[in-house]
């Protein structure tokens, strides 16, 4: 395999994935626990994009460098676990594998049980290879007991009963991956911080320079974008600083934009919807109305 003549390649199976990277054959069709020093792919080998047809939770012990949260850059050195969504597109490593371990799991595997649904409720799949989970060294015993406990049943008899230990400890580790992500979000509350403070600048200069006129209404992927964060990853750390998405944090900001337009100018409610970025003035009308109980007229009469 060739990173120039193949820019994107997507692993359609376990199977496909073991092959590639030198592997022995998966002990199961739908999950397999992989340990990063038994895969013989050279990085050069690789193509320069992949694609997996699966879930796959990866703890690496060497994510050695910089990170870049935001505009800034932080030092860690310490591993972590990176979450990947199915049919997530990735670059392929640089250099050759270091130690850790991956789990992969097909979709299809959590089929006729709950984690089918709910495993898309957490907002990790999505972030970005850089906001990976940093472990302490005793929440990476945690989570390495539950990737022991996977690799023996794997390795053991498959039975009637291997399912579902197996979905089990898969579901604890994403619920303790929930926590300890929350944990990272408090700890790393100088550069979150400085994200935050980022944030707040780019919304008063959209709103300041006009930006609505020209781009419409403020989306999160467009904030996103502004901060160098995946959206999932910028919904997450508002939610645990405020309690709210950057969804909402959007509404509120433009309800406050809003309120200012409506007590200090002549502005007709359409005419301030329109400078919010909004196409239909009965948008702007109904998201009002929700967050304020009352409608942008009854606001400013109120006010007056």
Do not use: W
């Amino acid at each position: 395999m060739n990173k120039e003549e193949n820019q994107l390649y997507k692993f359609e199976s376990l199977s496909d994935f073991h092959r590639v990277f030198g592997l022995q054959k998966p002990l199961h069709p739908m999950i397999s626990f992989i340990d990063i020093k038994d895969m013989k792919v050279k990085a050069n080998e690789l193509p320069s994009s992949i694609a997996l047809n699966f879930y796959k939770i990866a703890y690496k012990t060497l994510l050695c460098g910089k990170a870049k949260y935001g505009q800034n850059y932080y030092d860690f050195g310490e591993g972590g676990l990176v979450f990947t969504a199915p049919n997530q597109i990735f670059e392929s490593p640089t250099d050759n594998p270091n130690s850790g371990y991956i789990l992969l799991i097909h979709p299809d595997f959590f089929l006729s049980y709950p984690l089918a649904k709910k495993i898309r409720e957490y907002g990790f799949f999505s972030y970005a290879a850089n906001e990976a989970l940093h472990l302490s060294d005793k929440e990476k015993t945690t989570i390495m007991s539950i990737f022991g406990i996977i690799d023996d049943e794997l390795n053991s008899r498959i039975d009637d009963f291997s399912q579902d230990v197996i979905i089990s400890q898969v579901e604890l580790l994403l619920n303790y991956s929930n926590r300890f992500y929350k944990r990272q979000f408090i700890t790393r509350k100088a550069a979150n911080n400085d994200l935050l403070q980022k944030l707040e600048e780019i919304l008063e200069d959209h709103f300041r320079s006009e930006n609505s006129l020209k781009h419409g209404i403020l989306t999160v992927q467009y904030l996103s974008e502004r901060l160098n964060i995946s959206a999932s990853y910028l919904s997450d750390m508002l939610r645990s600083f405020t309690g709210q998405n950057a969804q909402h944090h959007i509404h509120n900001k433009l309800v406050e934009k809003a309120k200012e337009k409506l007590s200090t100018s002549n502005l007709s409610v359409s005419e301030i919807a329109y400078q919010l970025g909004f196409e239909h003035p009965q948008s702007f009308s109904r998201l009002f109305k929700i967050k304020t109980n009352l409608s942008p007229i009854e606001f400013r009469q109120s006010f007056n």
